[in-house]
């Protein structure tokens, strides 16, 4: 599956963004998605994943209430909804699937755990 993220730029902080990831290939529905992020001389770090089906979701603590991830399979896209930004949450986002299998409990917050990634887009948040 091929991945294309958009939607990034410049937010004062406590504003809003959404972040896209558009996707091809028929199986889009078979796929656990993903975003992470990264920001200057940091390790890549998880942010949200979703299952196939979108019914369940999975949040990083530091955005847990603030960033919302979903899908809709029909148009083959998954979003982030980006609410109350700050300027910790400045970094390069990118989109991830890889196909499900059971590997315990973090298993999906790992980069490792992903095939498939986008080129990233570019989130900077002013104080």
């Known amino acids: 599956v091929q991945l294309q993220a958009s939607g990034g730029g410049l937010v004062q902080a406590g504003g809003s963004l959404r972040l896209s990831c558009a996707a091809s290939?028929?199986?889009?529905?078979?796929?656990?998605m993903g975003w992470f992020r990264q920001a200057p001389g940091k390790e890549r770090e998880f942010v949200a994943r979703?299952?196939?089906?979108?019914?369940?979701?999975e949040y990083a603590d530091s955005v847990k209430g603030r960033f919302t991830i979903s899908r809709d399979n029909d148009k083959i896209i998954m979003y982030l909804q980006m609410n109350s930004l700050k300027p910790e949450d400045t970094a390069v986002y990118y989109c991830?699937?890889?196909?499900?299998?059971?590997?315990?409990?973090?298993?999906?917050?790992?980069?490792?755990?992903?095939?498939?990634w986008g080129q990233g887009t570019q989130v900077t948040v002013s104080s």
């Open positions: 991830a699937a890889t196909t499900p299998v059971y590997g315990g409990t973090y298993y999906y917050t790992r980069a490792l755990s992903y095939d498939y």
């Open positions: 290939g028929r199986t889009f529905s078979t796929y656990v």
């Open positions: 979703t299952s196939g089906s979108g019914g369940f979701t």
